[in-house]
T-cell receptor, first 114, second 116 residues
Framework: GENVEQHPSTLSVQEGDSAVIKCTYSDSASNYFPWYKQELGKRPQLIIDIRSNVGEKKDQRIAVTLNKTAKHFSLHITETQPEDSAVYFCAASIESGGGNKLTFGTGTQLKVEL | NAGVTQTPKFQVLKTGQSMTLQCAQDMNHNSMYWYRQDPGMGLRLIYYSASEGTTDKGEVPNGYNVSRLNKREFSLRLESAAPSQTSVYFC???????????????FGPGTRLTVL
């Protein structure tokens, strides 16, 4: 099955700096790569996703890049703010003839310090 | 429009007890999922239901059963709870359109389960 590795497990940045979180996946058939943000005690919420037919996608201060050849994808957050502090999860999806079986990374605890 | 709802929010069980976690969505989504979240391990898929009337195992199905009661509801049952099943359980749903099985999953608020 699919295996997703995520690094780093913790990341501390100064407010205004950029943060980068990296993930690798094992199954070349994966074609959907979402990123979720989870605040303490809350549910995971989608912040951005990318499909395998594009290499980069941007939404305001958040961007995701995908390298299919190397089987890795990254989340970039620019001009970080204290409200960006949370756990971020990457995931990859394998087609299963129905449904969307996501395999998640183990998460990155991002702390934005004032 | 409540999205995905789960009951209960918290539960404490003794080893060997059984219980059912309930999940419902009002977004008319085809697919529903059950995940468990443990510290340092991310979210792991327990079971999923691609459409009403179908269920399939995920990564960690042992010790669980599911029922897709109708299009809205998907329940997770622990027949004989074990301490290893202490976790936070999330239900999710997504709309699967023809030829595109990679749509956004929306999560419920979670159920925090402790098995003593």
């Amino acid at each position: 099955g699919e295996n997703v590795e995520q690094h780093p497990s913790t990341l501390s940045v100064q407010e205004g700096d950029s943060a980068v979180i990296k993930c690798t996946y094992s199954d070349s058939a994966s074609n959907y790569f979402p990123w979720y943000k989870q605040e303490l005690g809350k549910r995971p919420q989608l912040i951005i996703d990318i499909r395998s037919n594009v290499g980069e996608k941007k939404d305001q201060r958040i961007a995701v890049t995908l390298n299919k050849t190397a089987k890795h994808f990254s989340l970039h957050i620019t001009e970080t703010q204290p409200e960006d502090s949370a756990v971020y999860f990457c995931a990859a999806s394998i087609e299963s003839g129905g449904g969307n079986k996501l395999t998640f990374g183990t998460g990155t605890q991002l702390k934005v310090e004032l | 429009n409540a999205g995905v709802t789960q009951t209960p929010k918290f539960q404490v069980l003794k080893t060997g007890q059984s219980m059912t976690l309930q999940c419902a969505q009002d977004m008319n989504h085809n697919s529903m999922y059950w995940y468990r979240q443990d510290p340092g391990m991310g979210l792991r898929l327990i079971y999923y239901s691609a459409s009403e009337g179908t269920t399939d195992k995920g990564e960690v199905p042992n010790g669980y059963n599911v029922s897709r009661l109708n299009k809205r509801e998907f329940s997770l049952r622990l027949e004989s709870a074990a301490p290893s099943q202490t976790s936070v359980y999330f239900c999710a749903s997504s709309e699967v359109r023809l030829g595109r099985a990679t749509d956004t999953q929306y999560f419920g608020p979670g159920t925090r389960l402790t098995v003593l």
